[in-house]
């Protein structure tokens, strides 16, 4: 089973993602606030991360940076959901290991494609960390 994990202030987002993905097999933590990120990121070995940009006013790109600088997160692919309208301004999909954009409010549709469409070699790889695990 994949492991997804959640960074959204919004608990909507939460019920969705687990509404939509928990029917397809995976896994959902969530996490509500930054500070609590990091520490989830090492206990869950996320293989997704859900990722809201304005989460804390703003800090997402950080957050990614972050995530892009760490061994046990370098790899693995960020999909950002945001409310934010002209995400052209802010240039999102160039940030690191963001592999998809998507606009809320979330549709299994919406979801279900971002997830589909991550390459290969991120989910090939993110079924080998969980095969080596076991």
């Given amino acids: 089973?994949?492991?997804?994990?959640?960074?959204?202030s919004a608990n909507i987002t939460h019920f969705m993602l687990e509404r939509i993905l928990?029917?397809?097999?995976?896994?959902i933590v969530y996490v509500k606030y930054p500070?609590?990120?990091?520490v989830r990121v090492r206990e869950v070995a996320p293989d997704?991360?859900?990722?809201?940009?304005?989460?804390?006013?703003?800090?997402?790109?950080?957050?990614?940076?972050?995530?892009?600088?760490?061994?046990e997160?370098?790899?693995v692919p960020i999909i950002l959901i945001t409310r934010i309208?002209?995400?052209?301004?802010?240039?999102?999909?160039?940030?690191?290991?963001?592999?998809?954009?998507i606009r809320k409010p979330l549709s299994s549709e919406k979801?279900?494609?971002?997830?589909?469409?991550?390459p290969a070699s991120a989910v090939r790889a993110a079924l080998e960390r969980r095969a080596d695990a076991v």
């Fill in 1 to 8: 089973m994949l492991k997804v994990l959640v960074a959204d």
């Fill in 22 to 27: 928990g029917r397809e097999g995976y896994e």
């Fill in 35 to 38: 500070r609590d990120l990091v």
């Fill in 48 to 71: 997704l991360i859900f990722l809201e940009p304005e989460i804390s006013g703003g800090k997402g790109r950080k957050i990614v940076e972050y995530l892009a600088r760490q061994p």
């Fill in 73 to 75: 997160t370098a790899r």
């Fill in 85 to 101: 309208t002209d995400t052209n301004k802010y240039n999102m999909d160039a940030w690191p290991n963001v592999h998809r954009l």
């Fill in 111 to 118: 979801v279900l494609e971002a997830v589909g469409n991550l």
